[in-house]
């Protein structure tokens, strides 16, 4: 029988400052002393869309934050290294804390003080939209990974913004709905690893999320911001604002928040300052605030005359860290007959076919970067292979959700060179006279704040534009043109001279809008395009997203059968299907499950047509697979970004192993998913899982998935053994367990060795298992490793709501070791906190 008097972890409410030196601080009050509140509060806000602002008189300069974060946004090209899930896919801390080093540099090469990252947020639901960004559905992966981002930037003198805190899990309303989460669920699942990254990297900065949670904006919730992560926590640092996030003055100065983004100020300035002279806000409040801004100033060297390191980005050695994570990353998930690697003594002919072959997409996020190059996979084999085997390419289908229309072939722009849309931009609010500015664009996308499109417009806060093209589709049939913008915009569409569509803003608008219109267009016929749009004041953000989406997959019949054909008279088949740039995306969620378009019938057909069939999935976020059966060989490539073609082609071709495992469940179907019935919700969205989220969820209902969580396929096969576990805890509440690891196989591999922890006794409900330490080796064939784990006290606890404190309960828990939450070799109990 449990012991119902737990034991109150010891240390978990206390926190160490982690302040600069004494000299440092010593500055910073007396620049405290010499500064009026004006410009305190001056501090608190941006300059512009990036900057902080300086005090000139004080000596204290201006810093410039980027969008991250696997890539350095804005400015020069920078290297783009494999998506947050892709790094989480690694299950490998070592490499990820060389991906910080590297992205810190990056940064640096461009003149920038604070990369905004990691996206930690947990993945609750397979369809939220910017599960790409970040790293799993378990708060112990994403903490470790976190941890290892965030030391290897800040080690080279750059900030990491940790973000979103928190319950950012879904885009769906995610500028005000509120996500209604226990504080048991908030403290295990959703703060876990923010906690984790918190305490042992020390962010610079932390970001507060857009939604609500349990009722308040996270930028004014004083239980998140002061009471746990300032105080509990004990972090030092900035906590700044997600990007218009903010939505008041006195609530958020006394919740905790420190800097509103963007700038000029809205919330803050002026109003700040009112709020302090009427005696809302207590003045120390403020000068809290700026302590931590001119903290964080200090941090980045903008206190003193210390010259920074210079930097360099895209060089060689990124280039060939970028493609040996993605390469880590790549999983394995079916392997029959040891369809992989590719034998080459039988391969004469490959065929490489579908939409993803001669780019992958790259889901579309703030996080995206400008990329010197992207090598595709259909490059990346035949630079491999060069003359040894005869690559035949056919796309086969298209997407078949949204079609970029600045493809070769499909829009032509009036004037000026190459393809995509003509843009003209006027200086006034009718495009009446000549255009200030004109430019080739490839697409009608784009989002400013405080910023102009171009020089010869005055002010950022009005102006218009034109966007003129020449649309040929090679398919008759209907599509469906798709315009999303902030609210304070006219924006019109216009086909072959007609108004067809347009939007203008209801009284008090204040989240996005657009429109959507049926076109019916006929193969080979020119259609003009134009796109007019007027910036009105009212609005500080200018945004506009066209999407260009196919209502039925028009000529396909003809794609499958010129795939099938030339798979039938290759030896093997590549068949290269995922997500288009449009499905995973900032600012939506997706709309189901399934690969879109006609991909499943074209898998089918090659698979009918070649047996030795293996599909490359390109996907930041779990996708049924109906076609499971009909193929040998699955592999999973996530966004492997610049360098992903050729890191595939290393793994189809067995130059480098599958190391990637899955950091999230992936079900057979959306309503066995925890959060099904609860997503994306309205004004709230009900967290009513709880605990049981991810693979917690599975084991706790005996749900089978379709490839559970930690799951990845090898070339090489690998043996446990001799696992060790002391009876009890020692005196300092520590657990040290260990095993054998042995490469059983002839190939050289990688194996993430998984330990679970379960406890059968518990007063409240826990998860069958959780996972609470792992380690990846890297082992030559036939060579083994001893495999060390440390535990502590934390390891065995949960929260308890009643006592506000983790709480270990005295009693028998189980150590589980596997390669997946599913596969558990070895297993043995312990007695706790007794």
């Not at 737990?6 to 926190?15: D, K, L, Q, T």
Request: proline share 7%; net charge negative; aromatic share 8%.
């Amino acid at each position: 029988m449990r012991n119902k008097n737990p034991i109150r972890v010891a240390g978990e409410n206390s926190h160490t400052m982690k302040l600069l030196n004494p000299d440092m601080e010593q500055k910073i009050d007396a620049l405290l002393r010499q500064m009026t509140l004006t410009e305190k509060v001056s501090l608190l806000s941006g300059r512009d869309m990036w900057h902080t602002q300086a005090i000139e008189r004080l000596g204290v300069r201006e810093l410039m934050m980027s969008d991250g974060p696997h890539g350095v946004g804005g400015g020069e090209p920078s290297t783009g290294f494999p998506t947050g899930i892709a790094m989480g896919a690694t299950w490998n801390p070592d490499l990820i804390r060389s991906v910080g080093v590297a992205l810190g540099n990056e940064t640096l090469a461009n003149e920038k003080d604070v990369l905004l990252g990691p996206c930690v947020n947990i993945v609750r639901h397979p369809l939220a939209g910017r599960n790409f960004e970040t790293y799993s559905e378990d708060p112990c992966l994403t903490g470790e990974i976190g941890v290892a981002w965030v030391e290897g930037l800040q080690s080279v003198g750059v900030g990491a913004s940790l973000k979103h805190y928190a319950c950012n899990n879904q885009e769906t309303n995610r500028d005000r709905a509120s996500s209604v989460v226990d504080e048991r669920t908030l403290r295990e699942i959703y703060l876990a690893h923010f906690e984790t990254i918190v305490k042992r990297a020390n962010p610079w900065t932390v970001m507060a999320a857009y939604n609500r949670v349990n009722g308040l904006y996270a930028s004014e919730c004083d239980h998140l911001l002061n009471e746990i992560l300032k105080e509990e926590w004990g972090f030092d640092g900035v906590v700044v604002s997600d990007w218009g996030g903010n939505h008041t003055t006195v609530s958020s100065v006394r919740a905790g928040l420190d800097l509103e983004m963007p700038g000029p100020a809205k919330f803050f300035g002026s109003w700040l300052v009112e709020a302090v002279n009427n005696w809302q806000i207590a003045p120390e409040a403020v000068d809290e605030a700026a302590r931590r801004l001119l903290r964080l100033l200090a941090r980045a060297g903008k206190l003193d005359d210390v010259p920074r390191a210079a930097g360099e980005a895209n060089t060689p050695a990124h280039q060939q860290l970028a493609r040996v994570v993605a390469e880590e990353a790549i999983v394995l998930l079916k392997n029959e007959g040891g369809m992989l690697p590719l034998a080459m003594e039988k391969l004469d002919t490959l065929a490489v076919i579908g939409p993803t072959a001669e780019a992958t997409s790259m889901a579309i996020s703030s996080a995206s970067n400008k990329t010197p190059y992207r090598v595709g996979p259909l490059e990346g084999l035949r630079e491999a292979l060069k003359d040894r085997v005869k690559i035949e390419h056919e796309p086969g289908v298209d997407h078949s959700y949204e079609i970029m229309l600045n493809k070769v072939g499909w829009v032509k722009p009036p004037q000026g060179e190459g393809f995509g849309w003509y843009a003209e931009y006027f200086d006034n609010l009718d495009l009446s006279g000549e255009p200030v500015g004109t430019r080739v664009e490839a697409k009608v996308h784009f989002w400013r704040h405080g910023s102009v499109p171009c020089e010869g417009i005055k002010k950022w806060e009005q102006y218009s534009a034109r966007w003129n093209t020449t649309l040929t589709v090679p398919h008759t049939g209907r599509y469906l043109i798709d315009f999303a913008c902030a609210p304070n915009c006219v924006l019109r569409l216009f086909a072959d001279g007609q108004m067809i569509a347009s939007y203008k803003p209801e009284p008090g608008s204040a989240t996005l809008s657009g429109f959507a219109v049926d076109l019916d267009l006929a193969a080979g016929k020119p259609c003009q395009l134009r796109v007019e749009y007027i910036k009105l004041p009212a609005q500080e953000a200018a945004f506009a997203k066209m999407r260009f989406i196919p209502l039925a997959n028009a000529g396909y019949e003809e794609g499958l059968k010129r795939a099938a054909d030339l798979a039938a008279r290759c030896d093997a088949a590549l068949v290269f299907v995922g997500l288009p740039e449009a499905l995973e995306t900032e600012g939506c969620d997706r709309p189901h499950m399934d690969l879109p378009g006609a991909q499943a019938e074209l898998i089918r057909a090659v698979a009918k047509a070649n047996p030795r069939t293996t599909v490359v999935l390109t996907c930041g976020a779990p996708v049924t697979m109906p076609w499971i059966e009909d193929v040998p060989a699955v592999v999973l490539a996530w966004y492997p970004n610049q360098e992903g073609g050729r890191a595939i082609a290393r793994i189809l071709l067995g130059e480098a192993e599958p190391g990637g495992r899955l950091p999230v469940t992936f079900p057979k179907r959306l309503e066995d998913t925890p959060a099904f019935g609860y997503f994306p919700g309205e004004r709230e969205v009900p967290y009513g899982e709880g605990i049981f989220v991810g693979y917690r969820h599975y084991d706790k209902r005996a749900i089978e998935p379709l490839f559970p969580f930690g799951f990845g396929l090898s070339y090489t096969r690998f043996e446990y053994s001799d696992l060790r576990v002391p009876p009890a805890l020692d005196a300092d509440q520590r657990l040290e367990v260990s095993l054998d690891v042995r490469n059983a196989g002839t190939r050289a591999g990688a194996e993430v060795v998984q330990l679970y922890v379960g406890d059968p006794q518990a007063s409240l409900p826990r998860p069958p298992k959780e996972l609470k330490a792992f380690k990846k080796v890297f082992l030559e064939p036939g060579e083994s490793q001893r495999i060390e784990f440390v535990l502590n006290a934390r390891d065995f606890s949960f929260y308890d709501p009643a006592r506000k404190a983790w709480v270990l309960e005295p009693g028998e828990f189980d150590i589980l070791i596997g390669r997946s939450s599913r596969d558990i070799f070895l297993q043995k109990r312990l007695q706790a906190g007794s």
